[in-house]
């Protein structure tokens, strides 16, 4: 992942000059990222029940288990996505730099940080861009099957009436785990659900879909015989 990286650094440098030049930043992050997993020793298998359509926004949810999830996610879309993550990433050497500049940051010990992140993403989207947000905000401890969602997202899909596309990620923790002594390669398996449309919603209606979201990911973990098997998941 390092070498990969300080490889693509004078590619970056030049594709984060611009915000306009996001459409061919992101052509090649999707090329890096194929690189990456496959150069790993890592296979897709993708079961889609809906697929996207070109130039429309979506919101993207994927539960987050394993440093592997947003690259997993950056293949499965062509129609560029902008991340929103949180600020303290930026701190990593080299990737901070890059960071800063596609990605909208969000820093949950500041009360202005979330009006930040709406006018930020009102921008981003009236260029035609998704959005992705892992709704858990951390990845979760090896026991937890899927931690509680939080709201952003779903408050951001319903303000911008975008469709909740929930994606479940079942194999990257179990082969790419956050314990240097576990993991190997093997095949991520991701299911896309059908997407959760948001047209007739209201901000009253952000519980709901959180929970809406939260069950169809939740059931489809503690249904799998590896994730549940792979260390003893108690809640």
Not at 8 to 32: A, D, G, H, N, Q
Not at 64 to 93: R, T, W, Y
Request: charged fraction near 25%.
């Amino acid at each position: 992942m390092f070498t990969t990286i300080v490889i693509m650094c004078p590619f970056l440098l030049v594709f984060t000059l611009k915000e306009s030049y996001y459409p061919l930043l992101w052509k090649l992050v999707r090329i890096w990222s194929k690189v990456l997993i496959y150069g790993m020793g890592f296979r897709l298998k993708i079961d889609l029940n809906q697929k996207i359509e070109p130039n429309k926004s979506y919101m993207f949810c994927p539960n987050h288990a394993s440093l592997m999830d947003p690259f997993v996610l950056i293949v499965l879309s062509k129609n560029p996505i902008v991340f929103v993550g949180k600020k303290e990433l930026e701190q990593i050497p080299i990737f901070g730099y890059f960071y800063r500049r596609t990605v909208i940051m969000v820093d949950r010990s500041n009360p202005e940080s979330r009006k930040r992140v709406f006018e930020m993403a009102k921008k981003r989207l009236q260029n035609g861009l998704s959005m992705a947000i892992f709704p858990e905000g951390l990845v979760p401890e090896e026991t937890v099957v899927l931690a509680p969602f939080k709201k952003g997202a779903f408050s951001l899909a319903i303000e911008f009436k975008m469709p909740i596309v929930p994606q479940v990620y079942f194999d990257c923790k179990r082969l790419f785990s956050w314990d240097f002594l576990k993991g190997g390669i093997g095949t991520f398996r991701v299911k896309q659900h059908p997407f959760i449309e948001t047209s007739n919603l209201t901000l009253e209606d952000v519980d709901f879909l959180k929970e809406k979201t939260f069950e169809i990911i939740y059931s489809d973990l503690v249904g799998d015989k590896k994730y549940m098997n792979d260390t003893n998941r108690l809640t």
